[in-house]
């Protein structure tokens, strides 16, 4: 197959982490007789410095021109120190989201059998958990107007806004994907305070009889929170909102024992895009030191959502668990063994992929 990646490593430890990607990708591509080409493109605060603008059009334009985005981080604590700095890292990746229509972003929790011993949360609790969030990314009080301070500057306000249909397109991908998996699906919403939650709930309602084989659930974002740690087995979908996603998505990682192994793709109108969840873990940058595994299994991802390609797929995961198995980690979940680098990591995968 023919595919044109568009490369965004962005910022912090973005680029070291991509690096691997890359290899890994090749590697995969090599087996399996597939020809790439990648473009590369600045975003974030790389962007900002060199250009003035953290998703510049040229940009832009590569990803739409692209069959799918391998996205590293974005970030700088240069900006988080300065609340009143006019452009920050964080609207590039917004309006990226926003321009591609990336609606929807896939973030699985699932268990590494190697590393389940390492989890704060208790063995039997979580060993075995299998479950995906669909975060709704382009919507709710992330991009709702009016936002901003009242003259004064003595108010702040954001706005939480949701449509009909911003609610169904998440909520039907909700539906289908617990068609493929357990058929069970949890609308998580706070329904008892909010009107646009509410919202969420009727819409979900009204669907429902269109998946008569799946179940579903309706939940109060503060309630998962709670029982997300402490029962994460009893979930197989969540769809909910912009913000408790983000929110849930961080706790449900420690089902998994580290951010740093955490994928996710973001779905929607265009091109596809593929990001480890965590930022871009400034205090490491340069250092060789970040675990890249979170990103080699986003561009597993991709070969499955972007490409259809499950034994590409397979073929990356299968790796990744090795790596964990054989205890060749980077210093982040090395528990005292071995600390491997970025790198080192990155080439052991290669090599096994083609051994
Ligand atoms: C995420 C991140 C972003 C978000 C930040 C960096 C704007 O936390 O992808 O989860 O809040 O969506
Ligand atoms: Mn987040």
Request: with cysteine; hydrophobic share 40%; net charge negative.
């Amino acid at each position: 197959m023919e595919m044109n990646i568009a490369l965004l490593p962005g910022d912090g430890i973005g680029p070291e982490v991509i690096d691997q990607a890359v290899k890994v990708v090749k590697a995969v591509a090599q087996k399996f007789n597939h020809n790439i080409t990648f473009t590369e493109a600045i975003v974030g605060a790389t962007a900002i410095d060199q250009v003035g603008n953290p998703y510049p059009d040229a940009t832009h334009d590569i990803c739409v021109q692209s069959d799918a985005v391998l996205f590293g981080a974005i970030g700088d604590p240069k900006y988080d120190n300065d609340p009143k700095a006019k452009v920050r890292p964080e609207q590039g990746l917004l309006e990226m989201r926003k321009k591609l229509g990336l609606f929807a972003n896939v973030r699985p929790t699932f268990t590494f059998p190697s590393l389940v011993h390492k989890s704060p949360l208790k063995r039997d609790r979580i060993e075995g958990t299998d479950l995906v969030f669909l975060r709704e990314l382009t919507g709710g009080v992330y991009f709702g107007e009016p936002r901003g301070r009242n003259e004064q500057g003595t108010k702040a306000f954001d706005t939480n806004v949701y449509s009909v249909e911003e609610i169904e397109r998440l909520a039907r991908m909700g539906f289908e994907f617990a068609q493929k998996r357990r058929k069970l699906l949890t609308c998580v919403d706070k329904a008892n305070v909010m009107a646009t939650s509410r919202l969420w709930r009727e819409t979900v309602q009204r669907l429902a009889p269109e998946y008569p084989d799946v179940k579903v659930e309706y939940e109060f974002v503060d309630a998962v929170a709670m029982r997300l740690i402490q029962w994460p087995k009893a979930y197989d979908v969540l769809i909910t909102e912009n913000l408790f996603g983000d929110i849930l998505t961080d706790e449900a990682s420690v089902i998994s024992g580290s951010m740093g192994l955490m994928p996710s793709a973001s779905l929607g109108l265009t091109t596809k895009l593929f990001e480890p969840i965590h930022g871009s873990y400034p205090q490491a940058s340069g250092k060789d030191i970040a675990n890249p595994l979170a990103t080699v299994l986003s561009a597993a991802m991709m070969f499955e959502y972007a490409f259809g390609l499950m034994d590409e797929a397979n073929a990356i995961s299968d790796v990744v668990n090795l790596s964990l198995e054989q205890g060749v980690v980077t210093e982040d979940i090395a528990d005292g063994g071995k600390a491997y680098k970025t790198s080192e990591v990155g080439d052991w995968l290669v090599k096994q992929i083609l051994g």
